[in-house]
């Protein structure tokens, strides 16, 4: 008897489930999380059923990352494995089920962060790669494009006031300044997803436009690759229209 | 040493491997085979020639032999979550342990290494391919020894020591529907997995069956090679107080 084989996506090339799967990747501070939040409130207030998802927040390694992280023991190759396994876990859980069951997932970074952040630490890009095979191909991602300054400036300015220790790639010893090495760092991996965009083909976005004027550029490439989506609800969903179509309050005449 | 020290695939891509000195030694074999006890009493015997020798043992890095535990206690972990768990703490052993121990010219006993992954994860998956990628940063050892034996006495020995578990048993697979018969066929399958890995990576196979004595033998005649040659300096005896009996064997 054989066992069972789960299916073996190989990366590169378009899955075949009903679903949609949507990813936006960006340094930190370009404002993806924020495009892609709207972007969640936009295709719900269309009556869509979407399913959220981000880097790192799988249960069964964000344990171990934080004492890693703690006690500084993780190394390019474990940070990279670790990451592996948290895709992998909610690529199980969290993005097959939604997208067979035909909903639309939106993933808050993907693959290519693992490739451009990696590469950096310096292990093999050809590993990660390898690493990933397993992952399944998006139906768009967007890669939020910005200069490094307008980042700093944003992360500086904003809510976070200060930078994480492996963001600001600390532990490549870099610089001793928490600015200076985030931007040295952030700066290379700026470089890499230049190379991921041509390699994988990524939307290119104008990360350094007002908000909405993104959002309205996302939603419209959104709109146009949800073209024949053919968008399925649960049976609570439908009964709500249905009612309301039934027994809305007549007009008054 | 001739070619010196490599990696099984991409490798660490910042480290050079050229300069570990020491010997990496795997004994390699399914659960219950005795690989812990063997690898005392190599290391007991190596102490005493006056190497140095470090034991690294599946799943017990510190960074990840909590997770893995837990892991294993939910019972739902896809083969790629629970392949990669096993390659991070491999990672973590090899980064903190391994290659610093060769790089100190020591002896590294490893019960078990890759190849345990790699069986489990084809047995899972049906292809070999992606978890030998995975490991590509894994050091090739200096010698493997498989302690190899048949589904049958693996059964009876493991029944008379902890007994069957669950994922010795590869229960999540669903071979079978009770504890016993999934034993039997997952445990088939991992031997015919090692089987085939020994031809691909020339393992020395030794009978597990055979008595405990003489296994050590042969693991011994097959390490001995490996260890430094030629001439050590004669050490003069330390005198044996009068009245105590001698303490060396026969």
Same mark, same amino acid.
């Given at each position: ?253 | ?17 050229? #300069? ?14 005795? +690989? ?24 017990? *890095? ?26 991070? #703490?491999?990672?973590? !052993? ?8 060769? +790089? ?7 019960? !078990? ?21 995975? @490991? ?35 229960? #999540?697979? +669903? ?6 018969? *999934? ?9 015919? =997995? @090692?089987?085939?890995?020994?031809? =691909? @990576? ?6 597990? !069956? ?9 693991? !011994? ?6 260890? +430094? ?22």
């Amino acid at each position: 008897m054989t066992p069972p084989v789960l299916h073996p996506h190989t990366f590169g090339q378009p899955h075949t489930f009903p679903g949609k799967l949507i990813i936006v990747e960006g340094i930190d501070g370009s404002g993806k999380s924020t495009q892609l939040l709207l972007l969640q409130k936009w295709l719900e207030s269309q009556g869509h059923n979407v399913f959220f998802t981000e880097w790192n927040s799988s249960e069964l390694v964000k344990e171990t990352t934080k004492r890693g992280k703690k006690t500084k023991s993780l190394t390019p190759t474990t940070f990279s494995l670790l990451h592996a396994t948290d895709f992998a876990s909610r690529l199980y859980h969290s993005i097959l089920p939604p997208l067979k069951a035909g909903m639309i997932v939106l993933a808050d970074r993907y693959a290519y962060t693992a490739f451009a952040r990696d590469a950096v630490r310096g292990v093999s890009p050809s590993w990660v790669r390898k690493l990933y095979s397993f992952a399944v191909q998006p139906d768009l991602a967007f890669y939020f494009k910005v200069p490094i300054d307008v980042a700093i400036a944003r992360l500086l300015g904003g809510t976070r006031g200060q930078f994480k220790y492996y963001e600001a790639g600390m532990d490549m010893g870099l610089s001793h300044d928490v600015t200076e090495s985030f931007r040295i760092f952030q700066t290379r991996i700026l470089s890499e997803y230049d190379k991921i965009v041509d390699e994988y083909h990524l939307t290119v976005m104008d990360a350094t436009k007002e908000i909405e004027e993104q959002q309205d550029d996302m939603r419209e490439v959104v709109t146009q690759a949800l073209e024949h989506y053919k968008h399925r609800r649960g049976g609570y969903g439908k009964r709500a229209t249905v009612f309301w179509r039934r027994f809305g309050v007549p007009k008054p005449k | 040493m001739a070619k010196g020290r490599q990696y099984f695939g991409d490798g660490l891509a910042y480290l050079n491997p050229s #300069d570990l000195k020491g010997k990496l030694i795997v004994i390699e074999g399914t659960d219950g085979v005795g +690989r812990s006890t063997h690898i005392e009493l190599l290391q007991e015997w190596l102490e005493v020639q006056g190497y140095g020798v470090i034991t690294t043992g599946w799943t017990r *890095s510190s960074l990840m032999s909590r997770t893995i535990e837990s892991a294993k206690e939910g019972n739902i972990l896809d083969h790629w979550s629970l392949s990669l768990l096993y390659a991070t #703490d491999f990672a973590d !052993r090899l980064e903190h342990q391994i290659i610093p121990a060769l +790089r100190s010219g020591f002896i590294v006993l490893a019960d !078990r290494y890759v190849y345990t992954a790699f069986a489990r994860d084809t047995v899972r998956s049906g292809n070999p391919k992606w978890i030998r990628d995975v @490991f590509g940063f894994a050091l090739v050892p200096d010698l493997v020894c498989y302690l190899r034996i048949d589904a049958d006495t693996l059964a009876l020995r493991v029944l008379e020591s902890n007994g069957m578990n669950y994922w010795e048993s590869g229960m #999540d697979l +669903r071979l079978g529907t009770d504890l016993y018969d *999934s034993f039997k066929k997952y445990q088939s399958l991992m031997i015919e =997995e @090692f089987d085939k890995m020994a031809e =691909e @990576f020339k393992f020395e196979v030794v009978d597990a !069956r055979k008595p405990l004595e003489e296994i050590q033998d042969f693991l !011994r005649a097959k390490i001995q090679p490996l260890l +430094r040659q030629g001439p050590r300096r004669e050490l003069a005896r330390i005198p044996v107080p009068a009245g105590t009996a001698d303490p060396s064997p026969h």
